[in-house]
């Protein structure tokens, strides 16, 4: 176990709509991840944030944001569903920033129907 | 942006066989590389890393090499063994400023038979 909580597991859900996946870092822990893992694209870095503040930004579509807490929890959200945004949705977190430490959570897999 | 091959796709190795995997990138500016193991239905971990100032590191029966010349690095596990079998990412990544901006291979996946 990381440390590193996402909920939910499971996700399912229909084309058009929105959700919410939620991440809690590791105590301590000031840096949040995002990643997508789909048989298309592979595993893929959406988007990081650090101490509330978005840090880096990588292949995270339009139709998808992010936000980090004063508590330092992370919600990724994801509108306008499509079929191909079906994927494991993953968060990380570290120390600080500049390197991912490597303590992914388990994964929310989203499902699109 | 960065673009990060990885090869083979499946390996499949004999238990205490070698098992080498290698990954190229495109940008001279990636810094950090780490690589990661995902077995079957779990998260991914990081399992030994290496920044672009070193050529070689290495763990117990894992080692990884880096050329930035040839702007290529492998994973080279040694003795292998069935729990070893997992597929295995590598990335390419810039690491610099408190950010991290990762970009993944396609990964291999190693089939160690005992």
């Known amino acids: 176990d990381s440390g590193v909580t996402q909920t939910p597991k499971h996700l399912i859900t229909a084309t058009g709509q929105r959700v919410t996946l939620r991440c809690s870092p590791r105590?301590?822990?000031?840096?949040v991840y995002w990643y997508q893992q789909s048989l298309d694209q592979g595993l893929q870095f959406l988007i990081q944030?650090?101490?509330?503040?978005?840090?880096a930004k990588g292949n995270i579509l339009e139709r998808f944001s992010a936000q980090q807490f004063p508590d330092l929890h992370s919600e990724l959200n994801l509108s306008s569903l499509e079929l191909g945004d079906s994927a494991l949705y993953f968060c990380?977190?570290?120390?600080?920033?500049?390197?991912?430490?490597?303590?992914f959570g388990p994964g929310t897999r989203l499902t699109v129907l | 942006g960065e673009n990060v091959e990885q090869h083979p796709s499946t390996l499949s190795v004999q238990e205490g066989d070698s098992a080498v995997i290698k990954c190229t990138y495109s940008?001279?500016?990636?810094?950090?590389f780490p690589w990661y193991k995902q077995e079957l239905g779990k998260r991914p971990q990081l399992i030994i890393d290496?920044?672009?100032?070193?050529g070689e590191k290495k763990d117990q029966r894992i080692a990884v090499t880096l050329n930035k010349t040839a702007k290529h690095f492998s994973l080279h596990i040694t003795e292998t063994q069935p729990e070893d079998s997992a597929v295995y990412f590598c990335?390419?990544?810039?690491?610099?400023?408190?950010?991290?901006?990762?970009?993944f291979g396609r990964g291999t996946s190693l089939i160690v038979h005992p």
């Open positions: 105590s301590g822990d000031l840096s």
């Open positions: 990335a390419a990544s810039l690491a610099s400023g408190g950010s991290y901006i990762p970009t």
């Open positions: 940008d001279s500016a990636s810094n950090y």
């Open positions: 944030y650090y101490n509330g503040e978005e840090r």
């Open positions: 990380a977190s570290s120390r600080s920033g500049g390197a991912n430490e490597g303590y």
């Open positions: 290496i920044r672009s100032n070193v």
